[in-house]
C-alpha cells in the first residue's frame, strides 16, 4: 500500500470515528464548545490562549465564552493583578458534564472494542501511540 493511499484511509477512518464518538454522547454543548472545556479541565486559560490553542480567531473564542459562561459551564474571573485579563475556568457543572460525556465516549468505543482479539488489542494499543505521536507533531 503506498503512502497516500494509507494516508487517506487513516485519514477517513480517524474522520468517521471522530464523527460517531461525538454522536454517541451527550449533545448538550457543540463539539467546539466540548473542546474547549476539555482545555480547561483543571487548569485556567485566558481567552487569548484558548483561540490560540483552539486555532480560532479571539472574537470567535469570545463568542463560545460568552455562550458556555451564559450556560454556566464555565466562569470568567479577572486577574487581581492586571484588570484587562480575564481568567477562565469550568464550573462544577461544566466539569461534571465534561466528565459525563467523556464517559459515554469511552463506553461506546469500549463497545466497539469488545470484539477484537488479543492480538488486534496489541496492534491497537502500537497504532494509538503512533497516532499520538503524529497528532502531536
Known sequence: ????????DLRLACMRISRRVRFESTQVVA???????????????????????ERVSPPSMTRTVATLVER????RQDDPLDGRQVFISLTPEGASLLRETRRQ?????????????????EVLIKATAILTRVASE
Open 31 to 53: 463539539p467546539h464548545q466540548l473542546s474547549v472545556m476539555a482545555r480547561l479541565d483543571k487548569t485556567v486559560l485566558t481567552p487569548r490562549a484558548l483561540a490560540e490553542i
Open 72 to 75: 454556566g459551564l464555565v466562569t
Open 105 to 121: 465516549r469511552d463506553a461506546w468505543m469500549a463497545s466497539r472494542l469488545k470484539g477484537i482479539t488479543a492480538d488486534e488489542r
Open 1 to 8: 500500500m503506498s503512502l497516500a493511499h494509507l494516508a487517506n
